[in-house]
């Protein structure tokens, strides 16, 4: 049975960093589209990066602090977060797309949580003021 694990997360005060893992298992995703997204109390899911190997991508309200890398060698995606602030509190959710004809189209709405497959646990992130 293929399943994306998460590890990471936890709680940090403004300013400061974490880092989000996941792996996964039964499968490989090495040639995936793999994603983070998250979802605060009350909000609906919303897309954080995504690494489709022609291109990366970040959400506005994360970009140049978050960081999305990929190790094949270990079937995991990493989401490392910096300069974290309150509104970055949520449940963050890794997600793979392993259809790669369908992810390397032009018109791929990368952003949209039901391009997804595959989606790991979830791991709470806290960031207190």
């Known amino acids: 049975q293929v399943q994306l694990v998460q590890t990471g997360g936890g709680l940090v005060q403004a300013g400061g960093s974490l880092s989000l893992s996941c792996a996964a298992s039964g499968g490989s995703f090495n040639s995936a589209a793999m994603a983070w997204f998250r979802q605060a109390p009350g909000k609906e899911r919303e897309f954080v990066a995504v690494n489709r190997w022609i291109d990366t991508n970040y959400a506005d309200s994360v970009k140049g602090r978050f960081s999305i890398s990929r190790d094949t060698s270990n079937n995991m995606v990493s989401l490392q977060m910096n300069s974290l602030k309150p509104e970055d509190t949520a449940v963050y959710y890794c997600?793979?797309?392993?259809?790669?004809?369908?992810?390397?189209?032009?018109?791929?709405?990368?952003?949209?949580?039901?391009?997804?497959?595959?989606w790991g646990q979830g791991t709470q992130v806290t960031v207190s003021s």
């Open positions: 997600a793979a797309d392993p259809d790669r004809a369908r992810y390397w189209k032009n018109d791929y709405k990368y952003a949209d949580p039901h391009e997804y497959e595959f």
